[in-house]
């Protein structure tokens, strides 16, 4: 009875296994190979689920359906104008055929490896095809800066033009290459600093000039004030002219009134400022008695030929 109870538990256990081995599932992230004896047999399965396989027989071979990423490592690489660079770039790419993709590379660390040849005999031959100035360049500064120098491509444009070249290849291999970008581009060690030496001078030439130019502007500008200056003195000199003029007129308008008015009266009052303003006290005066200037004065004590003021 023993026996016969250890026997079905064999039965039982042989049984799970053969259906746990008879399913398998796939979720929304992964791409499956079934294969029997390590030949692919069927369609790729791409839907997620639960699926049934021959246990023992056949296998499911798991593949990534998300992008995947590239990262390249940085290569000296000889521009066309014979410039040695340091170029750093990545890349995104996904399982586009899982089939192929399986009877080409097996899985993704062959695929990483064969990519890596691609991508940088690619980069490698647009690089050395074209100048350091298209590697840098945008190709869109040219536009907001007319003082570039006009280039005929831009770094996009080479990027695009490496990722035309990858594509062609993977495709062969089952694979999508979905993106490639340069990471970074910058000269060897042993011309950076050389490089940096002629920047720096450049950039103190540019701001030299730029100093040179705020100068020579500001000379202008103090010149055009000094001009205005002098035209805005010379129009006031010349209208407190015309209004002191103008007065001068007024007043001897109104003095040739008055005397008009009153002669004697006038006469009078103008020979008493002509006293006021030329006796003063401690004055002499050597004139005539006779003289019409002391007309007002007769009778004052005055000596012969001179009058003296108290």
Wanted: hydrophobic share 40%; glycine share 6%.
């Amino acid at each position: 009875m023993k026996i016969l109870s250890s026997f079905a538990i064999l039965i039982l256990i042989a049984a799970a296994l053969v259906v746990s081995g008879a399913f398998y599932t796939v979720n929304e992230a992964q791409q499956v190979v079934i294969t029997q004896f390590g030949k692919p047999i069927g369609k790729p399965i791409t839907e997620p689920g639960l699926h049934i396989k021959i246990p023992f027989i056949q296998e499911a071979n798991y593949f990534e359906k998300r992008f995947l990423a590239w990262d390249g490592e940085p290569n000296q690489i000889p521009t066309k104008d014979k410039r040695f660079i340091w170029v750093d770039t990545y890349a995104r790419w996904r399982i586009a055929d899982p089939l192929l993709f399986f009877q080409r590379l097996r899985n993704q660390r062959i695929a990483q490896s064969r990519l890596d040849d691609i991508l940088d005999g690619g980069t490698r031959n647009v690089v050395a095809s074209h100048k350091l100035i298209e590697l840098v360049r945008s190709g869109i500064e040219k536009e907001a800066n007319k003082k570039l120098e006009p280039i005929k491509y831009g770094r996009e444009v080479l990027s695009k033009e490496v990722l035309k070249q990858a594509a062609e290849k993977a495709k062969d291999l089952g694979i999508e290459i979905l993106d490639f970008r340069f990471k970074r581009i910058n000269y060897v060690e042993d011309v950076r600093q050389k490089v940096y030496a002629r920047m720096i001078a450049e950039r103190k030439r540019i701001a030299e000039q730029y100093r040179a130019e705020g100068a020579g502007e500001a000379a202008r500008i103090a010149g055009e004030k000094e001009r205005q200056l002098r035209i805005i003195t010379s129009q006031a000199y010349k209208t407190a002219k015309e209004i002191k003029g103008q007065a001068d007129a007024e007043a001897a308008r109104i003095y040739a009134d008055a005397y008009n008015k009153d002669s004697k009266f006038f006469s009078f009052l103008r020979s008493l400022d002509a006293y006021r303003n030329s006796l003063k006290k401690g004055t002499t005066l050597v004139i005539s008695p006779e003289n019409d200037f002391l007309r007002f004065l007769k009778g004052t004590d005055l000596k012969k030929g001179a009058a003296t003021t108290k």
